[in-house]
């Protein structure tokens, strides 16, 4: 493995001479077997031989020697131009990682964050505390997307080292003849590598359960090495089958007969690995269109109803959709797949459901199949509703989830549309999830995350999420599919009830608002319907950033329904000033259209601080000093990568990365209509630099009592607003009265999500 300190100390001049020398060498070999110097040749060779009249022993030996003698300067040619190939890209590519990486490097430094000899990063600054210190202070989220960036560069190198050295250790593997067949590059030699090891791969999965953990081990090392390797994935495929890429998993996850792995045990933990690597192997076989893949994928989908037996005679037997499900929770599946398997899926769940022999639950985990086929196991329960693994592949595809949720499953009067079928609690004919032993429901928790996917345009899990371009046509259609299916979420979610009785989907529904926090200021800037009369599109440039009217009183509802949760209100607000903040930048040298989305914002503001105020108020009505407490940590906002790129230079989708949990990044989107104009005004570059100075975090902070709490939530609220007029110069009686209306503004945004202060 190449390490950091390795690429940056990589002298590339040896490898240099060796492609000059190969180039020289492959020059001379073409003239010695084709001629074109008017010297003797190989080409010439052979013809004279075939003309040759030869008597006796001659005509069966030494013609037969000499023609070949005069082949192999062909396979000498075919072997030299293919190291030649290798070795010259090889050379290309490593000089490119290597340059990527002290490019990279230099670039992590300036924000103080220190890459050490494995790639590993660190805060290298002094602290922003100490005198002359740093104004900001890199976050840690930052510091672990300098690692990840370091990481995928090394990763890149060491699959061009591995791929380079096997392609020329296979040329040296004949002592005593030439290969009559080469690589055309690295690229080639990556995939004929692929099916090689595919073919090892798929002899290996026909041992079944017979397999050892090192054999396993072995599988998992393979597979690692070509996730990005199309041909490796199809040929796995594709050898071994719908019916036997089925029964592998099968047989590997739950044999029975007492041999299911111990959960705890070391074989347990190395399934979890082929359990994902298989899932991504997969995953990119199904974007293969050949013939044999679309036979493969339609023949998948045919298996979902049927029951996968055990070879060894268990009678427990789960059903195809089942076996897959577990694999489906990694890579990204194939959106034309996807969209086939999920509508049989539903259609059989639907036609399954019977008020006697039960809904969803029943089938999926009847006693009849009880097999054990996601590892680790219980880390997904129930991990055997397949639904809810379908719900993670989508989460993983964002054009699938869109297409999917506007989609139906059954005919004519059966016929039921998915988002009504697995969205519509309690709805007529909405799906019944299957519940967890304590009762919750862990299926909600993928629904959200397929939303989340569907209606922000990059995976839910992305480490670096970034808003889609609108730049051509198909990207602005799939802008206004996304917002037609927040606008469904906007409407459907309307109470924090409805949203509690979908346990675990919260969080996602907080990083869809953050992801769409134009659209939802853009729908809640419509008193009485008078937003279409009032300047509002040219304000927030509606056309320009494919805006979306999501109704103001839905809009209201929706945002007082997340609200209510810490969590979900951290993110929110968050979203919430750092969009106020770039829209008033927005406005250039407009002051009166500055003025105006400002205090829009702070009546945004205003709404959510009431609604967690009046949250913890009923929360904690009897209790004093339960709800202060609450009310201090309501008023320490959550930290984000304050090192983060802002992206004014972007142009429209621009946005601001902000960590929301363990696992999860949002991208708030920006309101820069273009990277000149407003955005380089002086207003503009102070608010940026102060929005990547401030990271939310009072802590030095000691906030005591609700009335603390509000003045926390008005000074996040006005402190952009601050800041648009002090850049401006203005004076303290324009201040003055600025803050009198900001006021106003924050005063109405309470008000209109007040229902009931109980605060005890």
Known sequence: MVTCQELQDLNLSKLNTAVEQWKQMLDKLVLLADGGDGEVNAADLERKANAADWKGDNAAVTKEFTTTTARQFDDMVTEARSIHKIIQEAHRDLKKHKDDLRTTIDAWAKKNVYIDEKGGARYGGPPREVEGGPKEQTSQEEVDRAAREVARILEAANETDRIAARALRKHAESKYDFDETGFTGLKDADRKQG????????KLASKGDGMSDDELKKFNEISRYHRDNPAFAERFATKLGPEGTLEFWRSLADPGKGNTPDPDGDRAKILAKVQDNLGVTLANATHSDSPEMRAWKDRMVELGDDPIKAKNGIPSAPYGFQVLGPLMTEGKWDSAFLNKYGDKMLEFERKSDDPVLGGPKELWENRFNPAQLSYPPGATKPDSDPVANLMEALGHNPEASVQFFDGSSGKGDDAMSNWDYLVNKGGEGAREWPTDDDGKTTGFTNLGHALEAGTLGYPYDAKDPAVPPMDTKEQIEAREARTALMDRVVDHYQTSDQIDKQDGIRDSLANMAAGHVDSLNYSAADFGGSGPKSGRDDLFDAQGNHLRDFDSGSTTSFLRALATDKDAYDTVSTAQQIYGASAMAGQGDDVDDAKRIGMHSVKMHG???????????????????????ELEKQAEWRKYAAGAAIGVAAGVGAAVVVPTG??????????FETAGGAAETKFGIQTMDWLKANEYDNTDQSIKGIDQARQEGQHNAMTPLLNWATARGMSEDEIWDLSVTAEKEYGAGTERTDTDNARG
């Open 607 to 629: 709404m959510l601080d009431e609604v967690r105020a009046e949250a913890i108020g009923k929360e904690f009505a009897d209790d004093k000093d339960a709800r202060n407490l």
């Open 195 to 202: 099916i090689e090891d595919a073919d090892a791969m798929v």
């Open 662 to 671: 363990v696992a999860a990044a949002i991208a708030v989107p920006l309101a």
